[in-house]
């Protein structure tokens, strides 16, 4: 009796350490895209030269998500700087390029101009800026906030810098509404960092087809995500809200 008690004790033991050492694995971290090696990206990566510069400011918060989309946009463009803080006043490196470059916010604010505007605009010229810049550029550098809404609009709001800075909003159509559907958004107007990265880009640049790859890993990434969650479990958190708009 106390042999076979000894046994199944050792079956349990042996798989309780299987489960702990299968849960150890899954949360091995890669250490280019901070994803579980399960769900790494990297190799879905397609590095892309983009003529306008990208700087991101990327929430704290938003830095612990496994979910976020800056990190893609990091990794694939070429011309692009990714900075972790709440507000470009606590980021030095940041506020530096801010204050000697010119730099459009984009962000949908009240006082926002239309991407299509600027485009109309012959030769593009600088619509405002802090400082005479140092180094003429044909080319804004452009600077996105990423996190939710919530705190995106803080970070705006709270900023000097970010609220004296001109901003630059636009509107998808219905071909570019967003497919990043593990998260939730006020709107379906509203895309993910990544989705907004490339679609300023296409526009800007006039190239369609150049910033597909930064989609195509967001869609593995998502696939990925909704594969381990279950379908039953992305039915009842996702899909209602998604079809109401809210994302």
């Known amino acids: ?31 280019r895209c901070s994803h579980p090696t399960t769900t790494c990206y990297c190799h879905t990566l397609q590095s892309v030269t983009n003529d306008w510069p990208v700087l991101i400011l990327q929430h704290p918060n938003e830095a612990k998500h496994a979910l976020g989309t800056a990190r893609i946009a990091a990794l694939s463009l070429t011309n692009c700087q990714l900075f ?10 940041l506020l530096a390029q801010l204050t000697v ?15 299509s505007e600027l485009l109309a605009k012959q030769p593009i010229a600088p ?11 044909p080319y804004y550098q452009l600077l996105f906030l990423d996190g939710t ?3 995106t609009r803080r970070m705006l709001y709270e900023s000097p810098l970010l609220q004296q800075l001109p901003k630059l909003t636009f509107t998808p159509n219905q071909t570019q509404l967003s497919r990043y559907r593990i998260r939730k958004a006020p709107s379906v107007n509203y895309l993910s960092t990544v989705e907004s990265i490339a679609l300023v880009l296409e ?12 989609l195509s890993t967001q869609a593995w990434m998502v696939e990925k995500q909704i594969s381990a969650m279950g379908p039953a479990t992305y039915g009842k958190n996702y899909t209602a809200q998604n079809e109401a708009g809210s994302e």
């Open 84 to 93: 972790t803080a709440t507000a470009p006043e606590n980021s030095p490196t």
């Open 127 to 137: 619509l405002n800026h802090l400082q005479p810049t140092t180094t003429p550029s």
């Open 1 to 31: 009796m106390n042999k076979m008690v000894r046994t199944m004790t050792s079956t349990q033991a042996y798989k309780n350490f299987k489960a702990i050492d299968e849960h150890d694995m899954k949360r091995l971290l890669c250490t």
């Open 101 to 115: 470059n010119d730099t459009l916010v984009v962000y949908p604010s009240a006082d926002a101009i239309e991407l």
């Open 149 to 151: 809404w919530r705190k």
């Open 203 to 214: 526009r800007l640049e006039k190239n369609v087809n150049k910033y597909q790859g930064l």
